[in-house]
T-cell receptor
Framework: GAGVSQTPSNKVTEKGKYVELRCDPI?????LYWYRQSLGQGPEFLIY????????DSGLPNDRFFAVRPEGSVSTLKIQRTERGDSAVYLC???????????FGPGTRLLVL | AQTVTQSQPEMSVQEAETVTLSCTYD???????LFWYKQPPSRQMILVIR??????QNATENRFSVNFQKAAKSFSLKISDSQLGDAAMYFC???????????FGEGTQLTVNP
């Protein structure tokens, strides 16, 4: 079956701009996660959705970051007033339930100039 | 807070040989899950192997096996008969049983020499 997909694959933007990153999880997976991976480091947790609600958003670095999952499937990570330090690979993962193995998408590489 | 440490930034192995990647973690929990993920240049994290802390038996998946030492909080990955396709960044990760987030180590870049 289809895996987790993320669009766009790459995104280049200018400092101060707004960006949206999309994640399409595996069909039927109720749990969805966002991670951020800076160059040369392991992924860091941002936010976790169970269904439509954000069950844990403690990893979001500040209020410029926001994520939604309105219908319990596709999720969008939104970053306002982007800064150069936001440049990273943003990974999305999904799992059947929050206790099951997480399966990752290919990520979106964000570059803020 | 839980932490995961991978002390080997880079490792190399000859094709068909065996290599072991190290991982240690810190937790006060008695039950948890440990994972090894592989990340090739395509960026996609691929699950290699998973271990439940309550299971004493080490997990194995074909050429991949772990040495889980709960008392020492150590979770190493052994790759046997290494193949060129095994070359990638390998991440060790921890998850609490009731939690959802994965906590990753810094990664080990594995090179396989022909």
């Amino acid at each position: 079956g289809a895996g987790v997909s993320q669009t766009p694959s790459n995104k280049v933007t200018e400092k101060g701009k707004y960006v949206e990153l999309r994640c399409d999880p595996i069909s039927g997976h109720t749990a969805l996660y966002w991670y951020r991976q800076s160059l040369g480091q392991g992924p860091e947790f941002l936010i976790y959705f169970q269904g439509t609600g954000a069950a844990d958003d403690s990893g979001l670095p500040n209020d410029r970051f926001f994520a939604v999952r309105p219908e319990g499937s596709v999720s969008t990570l939104k970053i306002q007033r982007t800064e150069r330090g936001d440049s990273a690979v943003y990974l999305c993962a999904s799992s059947l339930t929050y206790q099951e193995t997480q399966y990752f998408g290919p990520g979106t590489r964000l570059l803020v100039l | 807070a839980q932490t995961v440490t991978q002390s080997q930034p880079e490792m190399s192995v000859q094709e068909a040989e065996t290599v072991t990647l190290s991982c240690t973690y810190d937790t006060s929990e008695s039950d948890y899950y440990l994972f090894w993920y592989k990340q090739p240049p395509s960026r996609q994290m691929i699950l290699v192997i998973r271990q439940e802390a309550y299971k004493q038996q080490n997990a194995t998946e074909n050429r991949f096996s772990v040495n889980f030492q709960k008392a020492a909080k150590s979770f190493s990955l052994k790759i046997s008969d290494s193949q060129l396709g095994d070359a990638a960044m390998y991440f060790c990760a921890y998850r609490r049983p009731s939690g959802s987030r994965l906590t990753f180590g810094e990664g080990t870049q594995l090179t396989v020499n022909p």
